[in-house]
């Protein structure tokens, strides 16, 4: 029997997380968890749960689950609200710090303006042009590319058309398409128009429905966007939940975007009881 469980509920960009200290989550089955927490209604509901450990006075472990209980290498958004995380429960002294993830060791920065910047996985398995995907008339160009986690990054012409049911359908369609992605993928759909920032909507893997932000395929687009279109740094992107951007310095990428608090408190043992 699980007791009372400290959390904070922390949202990024409109990716929400529960999140939890590693030595509160110790003697518990963390997939789980996940399963029963993220379930919205029945329990407090979230993109995933991440749980954070101390490691050094600079340095912060975390581990990400997907709703469905699936143990995610990375997550964009996520690792900006266990930054978040970490500096208010003083398990590090920032501003500048580093999180240790399944996809190695990411300098993060709390800035200034309250945001947060991370670095990102530096993108792998590109492949420009992998696909097209057939959306009634239309065809659209998929690249694919790993930033720590698989992405597809769609071109779409005007993505505010499509309904929700539709971009759903079709990201489902490729996440579980395994002769293209093995191992699966989240599904970006992105509209690149001049002189604005890009609009980004994300069917996520683990999740498997839209949410309102891929921080990872926030990553994945601008460096799409960058290297094929020569859109300079830093790409801006609007997302269902805000806005992100991802930038290009000492040669890294970097995610900067905001990770608020919405909650902190002690979760029952009924949140995990139905
Ligand atoms: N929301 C994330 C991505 C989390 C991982 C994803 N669900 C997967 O399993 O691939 C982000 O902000 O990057």
Redesign the pocket.
């Known amino acids: 029997m699980v007791g009372e469980l400290p959390f904070m509920k922390l949202s990024?960009a409109g990716?929400d997380f529960i999140v939890l200290a590693e030595e509160d989550a110790a003697d518990l089955d963390l997939s789980w968890l996940a399963r029963r927490l993220c379930t919205r209604a029945l329990s407090l509901g979230a993109?995933?749960i991440i749980v954070v450990g101390a490691e050094r006075s600079d340095a912060a472990r975390i581990r990400?689950y997907?709703p469905d209980g699936?143990l995610?290498?990375?997550?964009?958004?996520?690792?900006r609200c266990a930054a978040r995380y970490a500096v208010e429960r003083g398990l590090v002294q920032g501003p500048e710090f580093h999180l240790l993830t399944d996809s190695g060791d990411l300098p993060v920065m709390a800035r200034p303006d309250g945001r947060f910047e991370v670095v990102m996985p530096e993108p792998e398995q590109v492949r420009f042009d992998a696909m097209t995907v057939e959306a009634g008339e239309e065809q659209w160009p998929l690249h694919a590319l790993w930033?720590?986690?698989?992405h597809a990054v769609v071109f779409v012409p005007d993505v505010e058309r499509h309904s929700d049911e539709h971009l759903t359908a079709l990201g489902r369609a490729l996440r579980y398409d395994d002769k293209h992605f093995p191992a699966?993928?989240?599904v970006n759909f992105v509209e690149v128009a001049p002189d604005r920032p890009i609009r980004q909507r994300?069917y996520?893997?683990?999740?498997e429905a839209l949410?309102k932000?891929?921080?990872?395929?926030?990553?994945a687009t601008a460096f799409v966007v960058h290297t094929l279109l020569d859109r300079p740094w830093p790409v801006d992107l609007v997302v269902d939940g805000g806005r992100l951007t991802v930038d290009q310095r000492d040669g890294r990428l970097w995610l900067i975007g905001d990770a608020r608090i919405i909650a902190r408190g002690t979760l029952s043992p009924e949140a995990l009881a139905w």
Not at 72 to 79: D, I, K, L, R, Y
Not at 213 to 219: E, K, S
């Open positions: 990024g990716n993109d995933g990400f997907n699936s995610a290498e990375m997550c964009g958004n996520g690792s930033v720590g986690v698989p699966g993928t989240n994300t996520e893997r683990g999740v949410t932000a891929c921080g990872t395929g926030a990553t």
